[in-house]
């Protein structure tokens, strides 16, 4: 009868006010969620992205025919983490040749890799013995050639700017560069050979010359600033 039909609209009318009071609840709690964190999920996203662009990998050389020293850095927020170092090494009997070679193909495999977003390498200069800059000379030529071959832009760095970037100071002596890399990357001893120092002293002298626009560099890729 009438009693019943009224009966069941207000079962009807409380079970929409239950069901209301749920999602406004649920739309609170997701609310809630998204004040607490500060951005809803895909700023987020977009944040995570744009934090991973920022970081750079850079690849600091110290070019010989002897010995090719490498250090591998990564940069971010004005910090760095060492990734790896070491050496590049040919025998001194062997064809000089056949030592590019060694040199071309182990510096392809480095760069195949790490893949790198830069390379800073040491400018070349002139020795005294022109026979030794002429070998080294060829062994730089190599390392840029694979470089290239990689699409990694190249970046050159004279010592005097790397005393002054590392140290603070252009007349630095070797021995207070190779401390100060030390420091900078928190490592438990300097890297030997000194060649490998050397390498790793480059890639910070490229982050310290470049830092205030690493961020734009790494949005756009590679490319000189």
């Known amino acids: ?5 009224k009966f069941v609209c207000a079962i009807i009318i409380i079970i929409m006010r239950i069901h209301r009071a749920c ?13 607490a964190t500060g951005f809803a999920p895909q700023e987020q996203d977009a944040q995570n992205r744009a934090r991973q662009a920022e970081t750079m990998l850079i690849l600091g050389i110290d070019p010989g025919y002897a010995i090719v020293g490498y250090g591998l850095l990564e940069y971010q927020n004005n910090r760095f983490r060492t990734v790896d170092y070491g050496a590049i090494t040919t025998p001194a009997g062997m064809d000089f040749s056949q030592r590019l070679e060694v ?19 040491e400018r070349l200069y002139f020795h005294n013995n022109q026979k030794t800059a002429i ?10 050639l694979a470089a290239r071959l990689q ?13 002054s970037s590392v140290v ?8 207070q560069v190779q401390e100060m890399t030390r420091i900078l990357l928190h490592l438990p001893a300097v890297p030997k050979p000194d060649d490998t120092a050397d390498a790793l002293a480059m890639a910070i002298t490229f ?4 830092g205030n626009q690493l961020n734009r560099f790494a949005r756009r890729g590679v490319g000189p600033i």
């Open 168 to 175: 603070g100071y252009g007349q630095a002596v070797k021995k």
């Open 23 to 35: 999602r406004w609840k649920y739309s609170a709690r997701n609310i809630g969620r998204t004040i």
């Open 135 to 144: 070998d080294v000379a060829q062994a730089r030529g190599v390392i840029l």
């Open 151 to 163: 699409g990694i832009e190249v970046f050159e760095y004279t010592p005097l700017q790397v005393k």
């Open 207 to 210: 982050c310290h010359t470049n």
């Open 103 to 121: 040199i071309y193909q182990q510096m392809q495999a480095l760069l195949s890799q790490y893949r790198p977003q830069a390379m800073a390498v």
């Open 1 to 5: 009868g009438i009693l019943s039909r």
